[in-house]
């Protein structure tokens, strides 16, 4: 079964994170902050079920929702930051982030 690394990384600064993984929350984090030395905040691993899959991340203080759909057949990284402007990024990788 693949796992998928999900890395919150930059611009976090205490606001509560829920992720949801095909509808259902399988995280809810009440302050997450980013530790400017290294660009990250935390990593949760995921264990998706087979196949194409679904994942919300809400940051509801600040009224943000993204979804991102994916279909792990081997492990994944995905990095999530929250820019300056309010807006959600992410990027998906095949290989793990490096962090100084």
């Known amino acids: 079964m693949s796992v998928l690394h999900v890395h ?3 611009g976090f600064s205490g606001e509560p994170v829920t992720i949801r ?11 997450v902050k980013t530790r400017p030395q290294l ?16 994942l919300e991340i809400q940051v509801p ?9 994916l279909e792990p057949s081997r492990d994944l ?5 929250l820019r300056a402007d309010g ?3 992410h990027q998906v990788s095949e290989s793990p982030f ?3």
């Open 8 to 10: 919150l990384q930059d």
């Open 87 to 89: 807006t959600l990024t």
């Open 61 to 69: 203080a600040q009224v943000l929702s993204e979804t991102i759909t």
């Open 21 to 31: 993984l095909n509808g259902r929350t399988v995280v809810q984090k009440p302050s």
């Open 39 to 54: 660009g990250l905040a935390e990593i949760i691993d995921l264990s998706p079920p087979h196949g194409r899959v679904t």
């Open 98 to 100: 490096g962090y100084v």
């Open 77 to 81: 990284y995905l990095g999530l930051s």
